[in-house]
């Protein structure tokens, strides 16, 4: 399951799961490329890593041109694509209690992102003689979850535009698929900001009873999954939305 050799753009790369597979993937001897908009994040990647890093919106077009212009002239060639960038704002709750920007800027960045990077890194996989492309969906995407509409809706999409990509470039030589992971470790980070210390320790224990294997995850166990879509052991793989979530959803 090695990528020696191979190039992996990450975006939300600079912490959480981003982070997590950036640094397995490193072990494994992969050339790799963060794009965030957290700066001192980037910044400690790159010393730590030796990534090439792009700070940014990624929702914003430029950003993934750019992300991709860096790719090519850093390393000629891109092999994998990890589309985990994302957001889960405390405030985006129910649809009648969810303000309209607060609903745009979620689909925006959970998945508008996601068709912008896929769009620009395409032609660029093709090229090289295919890749693979994994986004981070959730099984909010599968099962909504209360009072997250626009998460669980952004999520739904992320799992359809996996299917919609391996349907139309199998051809190609590119693999499409996604990890719909449950509770991990630690709330988004931009839910971390809304939440004080008590509310999320609350928030951990609660996980862990709901969860039938008794315990959130962890970045690493689900980094892993996303390395496994992303590698050479999943090559017939195509168009699945893999759920690690410790069979929450059997609930």
Not at 109 to 138: C, E, H, K, Q
Not at 151 to 160: D, P, T
């Amino acid at each position: 399951m090695g990528f020696e050799g191979k190039v992996a753009l990450i975006t939300g790369g600079a912490s959480g799961l981003g982070l997590a597979v950036a640094r397995q993937m490193a072990d494994q001897g992969a050339r790799l490329l963060l794009v965030d908009w957290n700066e001192l994040g980037l910044q400690a990647a790159r010393t730590s890593l030796g990534a090439a890093v792009l700070h940014g919106d990624v929702s914003e077009e430029s950003v993934a041109t750019g992300a991709i212009d860096l790719a090519r002239s850093e390393f000629g060639r891109l092999d994998v694509l990890f589309n985990n960038a994302g957001i889960d704002p405390l405030k985006a709750r129910s649809v009648v209690d969810t303000e309209i920007d607060d609903w745009d800027r979620v689909i925006d960045v959970n998945v508008r992102s996601a068709f912008l990077m896929s769009r620009a890194a395409i032609p660029l996989m093709r090229a090289g003689g295919g890749g693979a492309i994994v986004n981070t969906a959730s099984i909010a995407g599968l099962k909504p979850a209360g009072d997250e509409a626009a998460y669980s809706v952004s999520k739904a999409a992320m799992v359809s535009l996996t299917t919609s990509l391996a349907v139309d470039f199998a051809k190609d030589g590119i693999r499409a698929n996604c990890v719909c992971p449950g509770f991990m470790e630690m709330v988004m980070t931009d839910r971390r900001r809304d939440l004080t210390d008590e509310q999320q320790r609350a928030r951990a224990e609660g996980a862990a009873a709901r969860v039938p294997l008794g315990r959130q995850g962890t970045y690493e166990e689900v980094a892993k999954a996303v390395l496994f879509l992303a590698g050479g052991d999943a090559s017939y793989i195509t168009g699945a939305a893999l759920v690690v979530d410790g069979g929450l959803l059997l609930r």
